[in-house]
């Protein structure tokens, strides 16, 4: 069966602290996305991990993958309070289908 | 723009009955995925286009639903003799490749 878990859950983070997200996906993929969900919007691209080692930053988000490992992470940097929203990975599969993990809701405290 | 546009945004039905949902996805883009979110879980895959074949169905569309890219344009989803269950947001993707999906806005069903 395949499966993208993600943890933390739910992340409380202070303003100016780092901490990393989790992604690990169950069967192998050829590519790994991160997605940012606000409440009540849609989801918004932020990344696109297509081969081992991949590292990719935008602003105060990095992330990297590792497929021998079957995971990815999305490390935060010196968290504002803007970053406070539901972050999704996704693995693509065979064909055109697409897994997501259950989300990791950050909220970051002033 | 334009971004992907979905219509309606909310739709509150009563159970039973059917509803269509309409996806317009970024003009250049050939391929559409649907997905269905519920509160507090990712997105599911449902169903993708590539034009106007349907290349990808998960076993979570089952008979009652039904999807259609007739002139690998927009995009139709239909829910047939709709359940409590079927509650849920319907949310349509488009891209160019298998690299970024922008999704659209999303369309909240509420089956009473």
């Known amino acids: 069966e395949l499966k993208v878990e993600q943890n933390p859950l739910f992340l409380s983070m202070q303003e100016g602290k780092n901490y990393t997200i989790y992604c690990n996906y169950s069967t192998t993929s050829d590519r790994l996305y991160w997605y940012r969900q606000d409440p009540g919007k849609s989801l918004e691209s932020l990344f696109v991990?297509?081969?081992?080692?991949a590292v990719k930053q935008e602003g105060r988000l990095m992330a990297s993958l590792d497929t021998k490992a079957r995971l990815s992470t999305l490390h935060i940097t010196a968290a504002v309070h803007d970053l406070s929203a539901t972050y999704f990975c996704a693995a693509g599969y065979t064909g055109n289908q697409f897994y997501f993990g259950t989300g990791t809701s950050l909220t970051v405290i002033p | 723009d334009t971004g992907v546009s979905q219509d309606p945004r909310h739709k509150i039905t009563k159970r039973g009955q059917n509803v269509t949902f309409r996806c317009d996805p970024i003009s250049e883009h050939n391929r559409l995925y649907w997905y269905r979110q519920t509160l507090g879980q990712g997105p599911e895959f449902l169903t993708y286009f590539q034009n106007e074949a349907q290349l990808e169905k998960s076993r979570l569309l089952s008979d009652r639903f039904s999807a259609e890219r007739p002139k690998g344009s927009f995009s139709t989803l239909e829910i047939q003799r709709t359940e409590q269950g079927d509650s849920a947001m319907y949310l349509c993707a488009s891209s160019r490749s298998r690299d970024t999906q922008y999704f659209g806005p999303g369309t909240r069903l509420t089956v009473l």
């Open positions: 991990l297509l081969s081992n080692g």
